[in-house]
């Protein structure tokens, strides 16, 4: 299938000037929703598609809009249609979507859009504001929000937006004296597939591992989705021990710093030590005991938003300084209690194998005792085996719960099978002893059991609570 973007130059006038032209946003979520709000702002003629027949609109929403249609089976007029928004979470190959490929409509994503939006303000105002890009299978948003906290300092003021915050359109509605100095974009490997003119003043693709193949079929198509990060970008910022993340041949960067676990300056200017103290240039910047994240996983992060924000001409010593008193966001390996020197972690946020990989090599070297592991949930068909390794090498005992639980036999020492998030916590403090960690770390959506990751978490720190008690 043809993705027509602004890659297809007869098509760029449709974004370039939006006045009076009839497009069609397709999903009613919030990032559609914002994209039919800063199209009406700009006297386009904007019609919503959603696949929900009892989609409710609120008076605002429907304000903006000439027509909207709901349900799987609703007509649309497509020969009267310039171009088409498609939110990030409804693939460009949805059922939606088959009149506007017939017709032959540019299709782009709210990312593409607020890339001509961001265009036409530099040609309007006469000034550019630096855009950030940070991507990965994991990590990205505990990286994004550290280098926005990183940047809101010396008098700037970051902000940032994309799949995490606010979409990135409702900045472009904004005043000339709210709009910040730095926009900090994390984005998902859906909103990249969809993008092509972005360009950023620094490109960070953390890490790949396995998830969302539901959508892209296999992992190079995931990883080309990823790449295209690099599209216009003017520095790059990536994993040196991954080969995934380097930039391909194809981009034309001006600048190239990578980030490695290991101690070798030759290759990466951001190195860790034997003590995995964060170093630039072989000199310690951080001592591992002041990084204010647990796991190795998170003092990589670290190294990336430092190498990001150093590259945007932040001092060593301010980004040392503001990386200790970041507080990190939710259910992405943060400690939720203690008690009798046992340490209970929450990694909620874990939903795909990598994200628990990643917490299993961050955290597993830094036990002093044992390593209980709660995981399981719906696996959305990735192959959990690639956690064996990790999980024989660091986990005493993994406690699993939901859909797929069985698909964890054989990947650790020990494995014990329960019926809910509840019993596991207790067979956790029935086995945890002093030194001991605990960690909710799933490897899996938590669809199948609760309403979300974070529902998740909320039911994991009240079931220690209750049996702490």
Request: hydrophobic letters at 40%; charged letters at 15%; one cysteine or more.
């Amino acid at each position: 299938m043809t993705i027509m973007t602004s890659q297809s130059p007869s098509h760029s006038s449709i974004w370039n000037s939006l006045n009076k032209k009839r497009i069609v946003v397709v999903g009613g979520g919030k990032t559609g929703l914002s994209a039919v709000h800063y199209l009406y702002q700009q006297g386009s003629l904007v019609s919503l598609v959603d696949g929900d027949e009892t989609k409710q609109l609120n008076p605002e929403i429907q304000d903006c809009l000439e027509d909207s249609y709901f349900g799987k089976n609703c007509e649309i007029p497509w020969s009267h249609i310039d171009g088409v928004v498609l939110s990030p979470g409804i693939a460009p190959t949805n059922f939606l979507l088959s009149g506007a490929r017939e017709f032959n409509i540019p299709i782009i994503g709210d990312i593409e859009l607020f890339a001509y939006g961001m265009v036409a303000r530099k040609k309007s105002k006469k000034t550019q504001v630096p855009l950030v890009g940070i991507t990965g299978s994991n990590g990205k948003t505990t990286v994004t929000l550290l280098v926005e906290h990183i940047l809101n300092s010396q008098g700037k003021r970051a902000i940032a937006v994309g799949n995490v915050g606010a979409p990135a359109l409702d900045l472009l509605l904004l005043p000339d004296c709210d709009f910040p100095d730095y926009i900090v974009l994390e984005l998902s490997s859906f909103q990249l597939e969809m993008t092509a003119s972005l360009s950023l003043e620094v490109a960070c693709y953390l890490n790949l591992s396995e998830d969302h193949l539901d959508r892209h079929s296999t992992l190079k198509h995931y990883n080309n989705a990823k790449q295209r990060i690099y599209n216009n970008a003017k520095s790059a910022v990536y994993w040196q021990d991954q080969t995934y993340t380097h930039p391909e041949k194809q981009f034309s960067i001006n600048s190239r710093i990578s980030f490695s676990v290991n101690d070798n300056t030759e290759h990466s200017s951001w190195n860790l030590n034997a003590n995995n103290d964060v170093c630039y240039q072989s000199n310690i910047l951080l001592a591992a005991s002041d990084v204010p994240l647990s796991g190795l996983h998170n003092i990589l992060n670290v190294q990336a938003a430092a190498a990001i924000t150093h590259e945007l001409g932040v001092s060593l010593n301010v980004i040392a300084e503001r990386v200790q008193t970041f507080l990190a966001p939710p259910h992405r390996c943060i400690t939720v209690a203690r008690n009798n020197n046992i340490q209970w972690i929450d990694d909620s946020k874990a939903t795909n194998p990598g994200a628990t990989l990643a917490a299993l090599e961050g955290i597993g070297p830094l036990v002093k005792g044992k390593l209980i592991l709660i995981a399981g949930g719906d696996a959305k068909g990735a192959d959990l085996s690639l956690l064996a390794p990790a999980m024989n090498r660091y986990v005493s005992m993994v406690i699993t719960i939901g859909k797929d639980a069985e698909l964890f036999q054989g990947l650790a020492p020990a494995r014990l099978q329960v019926d809910s998030l509840d019993i596991a916590v207790k067979m956790a403090f029935d086995m945890a002893k002093s030194g001991d960690i605990v960690l909710l770390s799933p490897a899996c959506a938590s669809i199948d059991m609760f309403d979300n990751y974070v529902h998740r978490a909320q039911v994991f720190v009240e079931a220690i609570q209750r049996w702490a008690a």
